[in-house]
């Protein structure tokens, strides 16, 4: 979905400047994504409303896995291969 929108950071030729606007809440997509932030070691919630976390389906193993961050700092979208599951991400289900 986010190299329909234009790709991420590190695939596009605007820094995942077009898939952040298109996908986050407003947008032309209709995803809608929310800055909600995530949990941190300490299990208190940080970062609403300057990140939004999203969980992909890629597992790396029972702890980890890979999630793409709506970055309100830069207006990009990112992708990382090392999420860790306690930190308590969104999740979406797209059909």
Avoid at 67 to 95: M, P, Q, T
Wanted: aromatic share 14%; glycine share 16%.
């Amino acid at each position: 979905m986010a190299n329909h929108y234009g790709g991420v950071r590190e695939d596009s030729d605007d820094s995942g400047k077009a898939a952040y606007k298109a996908l986050l809440i407003g947008g032309s997509s209709g995803f809608n994504a929310l800055l909600g932030g995530g949990r941190s070691d300490v299990g208190e919630y940080r970062r609403l409303e300057a990140h939004g976390f999203y969980w992909t389906a890629s597992e790396n193993d029972p702890a980890s896995a890979w999630f793409y961050n709506f970055g309100k700092g830069g207006l990009s979208l990112n992708r990382h291969i090392d999420g860790e599951k306690k930190w308590a991400f969104s999740v979406r289900c797209v059909n």
